[in-house]
Nanobody
Framework: QVQLVESGGGLVQAGGSMRLSCAAS?????????MSWSRQAPGKQRELVASITASRVTFYADFVKGRFTISRDSAENMWYLQMNSLNPEDTAVYYCALTQYGRTDWGQGTQVTVSS
C-alpha cells in the first residue's frame, strides 16, 4: 500500500502564503497517474482543490484559480501546493492523493488555518 505523508500545514494570517508538500513511499511510475490536493472544512464535504497528471496537465478548482499552484517533482516522488493570498475560507484539512492503476490512496491530512 502506498503511504502518503503531507507536511507544511499550520497557522497563517489572511493574505499570507503557505506551501504544502506530499511525499509518496513509492516511485510513481504510471504514465496515467494523477496527484492531487483536496480539502475538507468542518461540516463540509471534501472538495478537490487541484490536480496534476504525470504529463503535468493541471486542474484547479475555481475558488483557488490564480492563488494556488500545484507542482510535482517526479524524481523525488513528491508534489506540492503553493497557496498564496490565503483567506479564512481556505481553512481546512488538506489531503494529498495519488491515483494510479485504478486506485486512489490518501494522506492523513494536514491542518491549514487562516486567521482574519
Amino acid at each position: 500500500q502506498v503511504q502518503l505523508v503531507e507536511s507544511g500545514g499550520g497557522l497563517v494570517q489572511a493574505g499570507g502564503s503557505m506551501r504544502l508538500s506530499c511525499a509518496a513511499s513509492i516511485k510513481i511510475s504510471s504514465s496515467s497517474s494523477m496527484m492531487s490536493w483536496s480539502r475538507q472544512a468542518p461540516g463540509k464535504q471534501r472538495e478537490l482543490v487541484a490536480s496534476i497528471t504525470a504529463s503535468r496537465v493541471t486542474f484547479y478548482a475555481d475558488f483557488v484559480k490564480g492563488r494556488f499552484t500545484i507542482s510535482r517533482d517526479s524524481a523525488e516522488n513528491m508534489w506540492y501546493l503553493q497557496m498564496n493570498s490565503l483567506n479564512p475560507e481556505d481553512t481546512a484539512v488538506y489531503y494529498c492523493a495519488l491515483t494510479q492503476y485504478g486506485r486512489t490512496d490518501w494522506g492523513q491530512g494536514t491542518q491549514v488555518t487562516v486567521s482574519s
